[in-house]
């Protein structure tokens, strides 16, 4: 089976990002550790979960994130958003 489609969203005002799985919110990160708990636990089918670390969920070499609004270095703080 094809891993799903899991997507790191842009970050919010806190600097958190919902991670999503198709239609499923998995859960919200703070920073890239979050992000490779939520899946270890998410229990998703096509996830080998003994690869899971930061090292491996980067966008440029076709891994398993999709990242929305920035890449896996990017959490801002409220302080660093663009004023509106």
């Known amino acids: 089976m094809d891993a799903p489609h899991i997507v790191v969203h842009p970050p919010a005002l806190d600097g958190s990002r919902r991670v999503t799985a198709?239609?499923?919110?998995?859960?919200?990160?703070?920073?890239l550790e979050d992000v490779v708990e939520i899946l270890r636990r998410s229990d998703l089918e096509g996830i080998d979960l003994d690869a899971l670390d930061p090292e491996t969920l980067d966008v440029e070499d076709g891994g398993l994130v999709?990242?929305?609004?920035?890449?896996?270095e990017d959490w801002p703080g409220l302080?660093?958003?663009p004023a509106r």
């Not at 198709?22 to 990160?29: C, R």
């Not at 999709?66 to 896996?72: A, C, I, R, V």
């Open 79 to 81: 302080s660093e958003h």
């Open 66 to 72: 999709e990242w929305q609004g920035g890449g896996p």
């Open 22 to 31: 198709g239609d499923e919110t998995l859960g919200t990160a703070g920073h």
